[in-house]
């Protein structure tokens, strides 16, 4: 694999995911907080008040990412630490992400900063949280304050990191906060976070004339049916839709997909929350396409289910999420939104691994992940060679930390995190992908990583 120079490595995490502090410098509570609190939702009850303390590491944290030698580094803004309560700015909270980009600068790597990473605060939820039309307004107020006081510093702006998940698995799904099974609720929450992210884009060209590229995440998973028959085929679909399409389309195309509608019509009383200008609005041009990918779909009919279909067995290896690990499909998408969707820049805004990491003798032999990452990392390589135009790689994640509602029994890091010490260790990982980073690929073959000297 080789990579050109203008091409950029960078790591990625999230603010609820690591930062702790959670009733600390002027923050109150999200609605990951109350989800966490309320048994059964999240593994073990676990929560993210401590996670990996980085709210009070960051200097530290700041220090891996240098010695790692990647270019950038992608981190989201925690909302009820800006916004502690409604209409009311904590200067403190802001101040955190002032010193965390500036020294980041300092030390020569650039901050690509995320305004919604799912900690919706809770005085907003309580007012009907993305159901609520006026929390496009309320996300504003976080989008202007953050331009007006990061800009400067920062190096490209992403508005929401995967609508989908926030949306589906928040408001339908229930797997992740706020936990309702509500269709209804679900899409006008996800229209509600569309239209924010392009009033943000609007914004910040035109009110704000920056030049600071801004972008949206949105996390694809290719979908195949498991067998060609009609049914399979049709289930493929809808949940192409389900996964991709409701996404894509609004954001490239400015219309939700026509079939999709007529099929949540069931659970969608009225399509009228979408109000005249709305589409165009979403399908505001951005800078960049950001993508985060961990695997694809493979799924069967079930007739019970219109869109939400089982995900059928596959022989391919698994990760630790039991996720298919799945490079070539990562080519079919990229393939595809070239073919169907974007030609601007794209960056791979997230793509990692969990596996059953063990901590032996002070290293961890992460064998599967260093796979994992190659071979991703090789696909990239090969798009790029095809002229896909991927302009940058985000591994998830810097470091262990608090996987949503698995808690922290799942290990995405590259760097192993003590949760009792809070010791960051280096996992074998770590080690080849900066290698690869100070290489700008693989320039040999030699795998052996614990002589690589990393200065
Ligand atoms: C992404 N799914 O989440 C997030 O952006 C990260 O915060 C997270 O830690 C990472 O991927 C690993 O999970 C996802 O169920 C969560 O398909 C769930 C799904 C996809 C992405």
């Given amino acids: 694999m080789h990579f050109n120079k203008s091409f950029v490595f960078g790591t990625a995490t999230s603010s609820y995911q690591i930062e702790g502090a959670r009733l600390e410098g002027g923050r109150t509570l999200s609605i990951w907080d109350t989800f966490c609190d309320t048994p059964g939702k999240v593994y073990q009850q676990h929560n993210g008040s401590v996670a990996c303390d980085h709210y009070y590491r960051f200097e530290e944290d700041i220090q891996q990412i240098k010695k790692l030698g990647v270019e950038t580094y992608r981190f989201s803004v925690s909302w009820p630490r800006i916004f502690p309560e409604k209409g009311v700015l904590n200067a403190e909270g802001m101040d955190f992400y002032k010193k965390l980009t500036k020294r980041l ?41 953050c331009f007006q006081e990061l800009d400067a510093e920062v190096d490209s702006w992403i508005t929401h990191n995967e609508p989908w998940c926030a949306g589906f698995l928040g408001y339908h799904q229930g797997f992740h906060a706020p936990g309702h099974t509500n269709m209804d609720e679900a899409v006008k929450a996800v229209h509600h976070m569309l239209l924010s992210h392009g009033k943000a884009v609007q914004y910040l060209k035109n009110e704000l004339q920056s030049k600071t590229p801004i972008g949206i995440t949105l996390n694809l998973s290719p979908i195949y049916a498991k067998t060609d028959s009609a049914n399979d085929q049709l289930a493929a679909n809808n949940a192409d839709g389900y996964s991709n399409r409701w996404f894509l389309d609004p954001v490239f195309k400015g219309q939700y997909p026509v079939d999709m509608m007529n099929l949540f019509s069931k659970y969608v009383h009225s399509y009228d929350f979408i109000k005249a200008g709305d589409m165009e609005i979403i399908s505001t041009s951005c800078d960049f396409f950001g993508i985060n990918y961990y695997s694809r779909g493979i799924v069967e009919f079930s007739a019970a289910n219109d869109f939400l279909h089982r995900g059928a067995h596959s022989d391919y290896e698994k990760t630790g999420m039991g996720w298919d690990i799945a490079p070539e499909e990562f080519k079919d998408l990229i393939r595809r939104l070239r073919q169907e969707y974007t030609d601007l820049p794209i960056y791979i805004t997230e793509n990692g691994a969990a596996f059953d990491d063990v901590l032996e003798n002070g290293r961890v032999h992460d064998h599967g992940r260093v796979d994992y990452i190659e071979k991703h990392l090789q696909a990239v390589s090969d798009l790029n060679d095809e002229g896909m135009n991927i302009e940058g790689y985000y591994l998830w994640s810097l470091m262990d930390n608090f996987e949503w509602s698995f808690g922290y029994d799942k290990r995405f890091g590259i760097i192993y995190v003590d949760f009792d010490s809070q010791e960051r260790i280096w996992k074998d990982s770590a080690y080849r992908y900066a290698e690869i980073v100070k290489n700008r690929g693989t320039n040999n073959s030699n795998k052996e990583t614990d002589t690589i000297s990393v200065s």
Avoid at 121 to 127: G, N, Q, T, V
Wanted: net charge negative.
């Fill in 105 to 145: 600068r300092e030390e020569g790597i650039k901050p690509a900063i995320t305004l919604y990473h799912w900690d919706l605060p809770l005085w907003a939820h309580e007012e009907g949280g993305w159901v609520n039309r006026e929390s496009v307004d309320w996300f504003m107020d976080l989008a202007k304050v």
